[in-house]
């Protein structure tokens, strides 16, 4: 019974770490290759444009944590850190983007491109990557010696 459990739990978290790993991933690489590739001046000048103090160096690390977290969490290599540089990401973007909207995400979204106003849906990869942080990653990950992150 009680390797039916963990069993249980080691998928649940390989879902949710390939969930949240996988959107990140995705949200790192669009921003740099994806079809309206930002770059990291671009990334860089919509942080200044929110009072971010050092956006270039903050662009880079912020595209770094998308993709090299979201790979981290994927793998389940080191994925607590990871996850939480991946909260991290998250929770400047509730602070600095979408506190000031309210909560909900707009019924419709506009444009390609155009970032939701409200924090629901950055809170909930928040506190994804917060179940990873202190869950660690689970069985299913890649092995790290005798002891994996």
């Known amino acids: 019974m009680a390797d039916g459990k963990k069993t249980g739990l080691d998928f649940g978290l390989l879902v949710l770490r390939l969930a949240l790993g996988g959107i990140f991933i995705a949200h790192g690489v669009a921003k740099v290759w994806g079809p309206n590739p930002q770059g990291v001046q671009g990334v860089s000048d919509f942080l200044g444009n929110l009072g971010v103090p050092y956006p270039y160096p903050m662009a880079v690390a912020t595209i770094s944590a998308e993709i ?3 790979l981290l ?15 991290v990401v998250m929770a400047v973007a509730i602070l600095k983007v979408h506190w000031k ?5 707009p019924p419709k979204m506009e444009a390609a491109g155009h970032i939701p106003n ?3 849906y ?3 990869l928040g506190c994804m990557a917060l179940c990873i942080l202190f869950a ?3 069985g299913f990950r890649v ?4 002891r994996g992150g």
């Open 122 to 124: 950055a809170l909930a």
């Open 136 to 138: 660690g990653a689970g």
């Open 68 to 70: 090299g977290g979201g």
């Open 73 to 87: 969490v994927v793998l389940g290599l080191f994925a607590r850190l990871g996850a939480l540089s991946l909260a």
């Open 101 to 105: 909207n309210g909560f909900f995400l």
């Open 143 to 146: 092995p790290l010696g005798k």
């Open 118 to 120: 409200g924090y629901e």
